[in-house]
């Protein structure tokens, strides 16, 4: 298997459609496994079916930790979600009823285009916060055949009251021991307002077209 690095970078705000296949969801919980819809290189690995955590992130192992409150990565902890992207990764709280678009209904999946250019999105959409169900955060992973990855993050507000308002965005590796973080936003303070959406760009240095695809994972 060969390693895989990535460069970081922000692109326009190009989100994508925030509907798709739901997810019904509670609190705290990992979902899968899922068809990703195409063999996807991740670090190394190829994968073709994920998981998707209700706090913010997309995996690629099973067995991941449904851990709520954010850590700095790399980690070995094993409350600490690997192999993974975070988009971000804080304490959200699906298992509130009463919420627009319709109670409950927070996070969807979905695969577009043909092959060689298909790409998943994966959105957490609307979704209530943990201790401040008030206020409620939208943010969207998408992974492309080519290996590229899109974090859209339209709303990410702060919970002050609950885990020291922390979130973790970016890459995981499979052993806890490499991570790419957007800037400082390591299990640290952050906020992005609805008037200043974000996208991000993960760029994978090399291409893993000898990587044992895991069915499996």
């Known amino acids: 298997l060969s390693s895989q690095a990535y460069t970081v970078s922000q692109i326009p705000f190009s989100p994508k459609p925030l509907t798709g ?46 851990s709520f409150t954010s850590f700095p990565i790399p980690s070995v902890l094993p409350n600490v979600p690997r192999n993974c992207i975070m988009g971000p990764w804080y304490d959200l709280h699906p298992g509130v009823n009463g919420f627009p678009p319709t109670p409950m209904n927070y996070i969807y999946y979905q695969t577009y285009g043909i092959s060689p ?73 952050w906020s992005i307002l609805p008037a200043n959406p974000e996208t991000w760009k993960y760029t994978p240095l090399n291409c893993c077209e000898n990587a044992l695809i895991n069915s499996n994972f």
């Open 21 to 66: 296949i739901l997810i019904p969801a509670s609190d705290d919980a990992v979902y899968g496994s899922f068809p990703i819809g195409f063999p996807f290189c991740f670090w190394g690995n190829s994968y073709t079916q994920m998981y998707i955590g209700t706090n913010g992130w997309v995996g690629f192992s099973p067995g991941q930790s449904p």
């Open 117 to 189: 250019n298909r790409y998943t999105v994966v959105t957490w959409n609307n979704i209530p916060l943990y201790q401040c169900t008030s206020i409620r955060g939208t943010q969207q992973i998408v992974i492309y055949e080519n290996g590229i990855i899109e974090n859209s993050i339209m709303e990410k507000p702060i919970c002050f009251i609950w885990a020291n308002g922390t979130a973790t965005q970016g890459l995981h590796n499979i052993t806890g021991t490499q991570s790419i973080i957007v800037g400082t936003r390591n299990s640290t303070q």
